[in-house]
C-alpha cells in the first residue's frame, strides 16, 4: 500500500515548488494584512478628535472627585485609541472618552483593570456589534494599554502626569 502512494506522490521537487508558492501567497497575505492594519492606524492618528472645553473640565472634575487632585497635563481625548470610534450604528466614543478620563487620572493597576472592564461594558452596550468586539476590545486594552505603544502616543495609563 506504501509502495502505491510513493509511487503516485509527485515528485520531491515539484511539492517544493508548490510550497514556496503557497509561503509566498501567504507572506502576501499577512504584508496586506499589516499594511491594513497600519494604514487603518494612520488614518485613526491622523483624524484624531477634538479635546472640547467642556471635556476639559469634565475630566478635571472627575479628577478633583476621585483623588482631590488634577493631573499636572491638560487632558487630552483621542477617541478609541488605535481602535475605531465607532461601527456601523454602534459608537465607542463616549466609552473611550470615560475610559480616557480614568487613564489621565491614572492611578493603581488595579483601578487600570477596574477602567478597562468599565470600557468593555460600555462597549458591549452599544449593540450587537458592540457585543462582539467587547471582547477583542478588553484584550487589546489589557495588553496596549500601558504599553510602550500607547506610551509613544501619550495615551498610557496615567499619562496625565509628567
Ligand atoms: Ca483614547
Redesign the pocket.
Known amino acids: 500500500m506504501s509502495d502505491i502512494i510513493q509511487k503516485y506522490q509527485p515528485k520531491a521537487s515539484y511539492l517544493g515548488y508548490t510550497d514556496t508558492m503557497k509561503a509566498s501567497r501567504n507572506a502576501v497575505i499577512i504584508l496586506f494584512f499589516l499594511m491594513f492594519i497600519l494604514i487603518g492606524f494612520i488614518i485613526e492618528r491622523l483624524t484624531l478628535p477634538e479635546t472640547t472645553e467642556s471635556m476639559l473640565i469634565e475630566a478635571e472634575l472627575a479628577a478633583n472627585e476621585q483623588i482631590n487632585l488634577v493631573p499636572d497635563l491638560p487632558f487630552v481625548?483621542?477617541?478609541?485609541?488605535l481602535f475605531v470610534d465607532s461601527i456601523l450604528w454602534s459608537d465607542f466614543s463616549h466609552a473611550?472618552?470615560v475610559?480616557?478620563i480614568a487613564?489621565w487620572i491614572g492611578g493603581t493597576s488595579e483601578e487600570r483593570k477596574a477602567a478597562d472592564q468599565s470600557l468593555a461594558k460600555a462597549v458591549a452596550k452599544t449593540g450587537l456589534i458592540g457585543k462582539l468586539v467587547e471582547y477583542p476590545v478588553y484584550i487589546g486594552v489589557r495588553i496596549f494599554g500601558n504599553s510602550p505603544l500607547t506610551k509613544a502616543l501619550n495615551?498610557n495609563w496615567g499619562f496625565g502626569w509628567e
Open positions: 481625548y483621542d477617541g478609541c485609541t473611550c472618552y475610559h480616557d487613564y495615551a
